[in-house]
């Protein structure tokens, strides 16, 4: 196994800090839930077929597992209990690709288990609102696809801002940067955010297509091309702030 990955793993699941951000999601997502059920002004539709009661506990989903996702992947559980990554890279025993594979496959795991917590919630909601199993399938899918394309910028500020625990600056940063992030897309184009293309898969309407500049294509192809790139961009500058730290050890 990838060592940086163990560590990870050790970290968060035996030391259990990784439990406090599994817990606050249950805690969390548990009254929306409930709550979207018996709100009365919700109305009967959704017993019936236009899946809202999915369409409310995937957005709640979404925006909490990338949240936690996020906060994980920039070491706030157990901040100081994380190897410096100096002692993985200064010394030569490790090289900056094998660091880089074992933190992004730490974040994946997380991602993958904060979906596997809010499970069982959204096949509940799928199974009274009558959802498709196909559409529920492709929500489940996509919700870890998110929280590792906005994870990954959590992987990046753990990196510049290593030593600094809980800082104003870590952690401002990082969720000033998602939160320009999404709000730039809900500008440019509502169907680029995850939320609005999550509820517009639920309810099976089609997103207008994409058009700007004289550029235009499917909603589909905008959506997925923004968060490829949003999390390319991520792993690049992951793996460039851990080469930077071998700089600063060899002035």
């Known amino acids: 196994m990838n060592p940086v990955l163990r560590e990870n793993l050790e970290v968060l699941f035996d030391e ?9 999601l249950v805690i969390l997502l548990a009254p929306v839930t409930f709550g979207a059920l018996y709100t009365q002004s919700l109305g009967e ?3 019936r077929g236009a899946s809202s009661l999915l369409q409310v506990c995937a957005s709640a989903a979404v925006a909490l597992i990338v949240y936690f996702a996020f906060r994980v992947a920039n070491q706030e559980y157990g901040p100081g209990r ?10 030569g025993r490790r090289s900056v690709p094998v660091v880089a594979r074992g933190r992004e496959i730490s974040l994946l795991v997380h991602s993958v288990c ?27 899918a996509l919700i870890p696809f998110y ?8 992987l990046v500020t753990s990196v510049v801002w290593e030593g600094e625990g809980e800082g104003l600056s870590r952690e401002f940063v990082i969720r000033f940067f998602i939160v320009l992030v999404i709000v730039a897309a809900l500008a440019i184009y509502l ?8 509820v517009a898969l639920i309810g099976r309407s089609e997103p207008a297509p994409f058009s700007i500049a ?38």
Request: include cysteine.
């Open 16 to 24: 259990g800090h990784a439990l406090v951000a599994y817990a606050y």
């Open 191 to 198: 169907p680029l955010n995850p939320v609005a293309y999550l």
């Open 214 to 251: 004289g550029v235009s294509g499917s909603a589909d192809t905008a959506h997925f091309a923004f968060h490829f790139v949003l999390a390319g961009c991520g792993l690049l500058a992951h793996r460039w702030a851990l080469k930077r730290v071998i700089e600063r050890g060899h002035p």
């Open 147 to 154: 929280a590792f394309c906005y994870g990954v910028w959590g």
């Open 82 to 91: 994380f190897k410096p990554l100096a002692d993985w890279l200064r010394d």
């Open 114 to 140: 904060l979906l596997g917590l809010s499970a069982p919630f959204l096949v509940w909601a799928a199974a009274i609102s009558h959802t498709p199993l196909s559409t529920l399938a492709a929500a489940l």
């Open 45 to 47: 539709q959704m017993w």
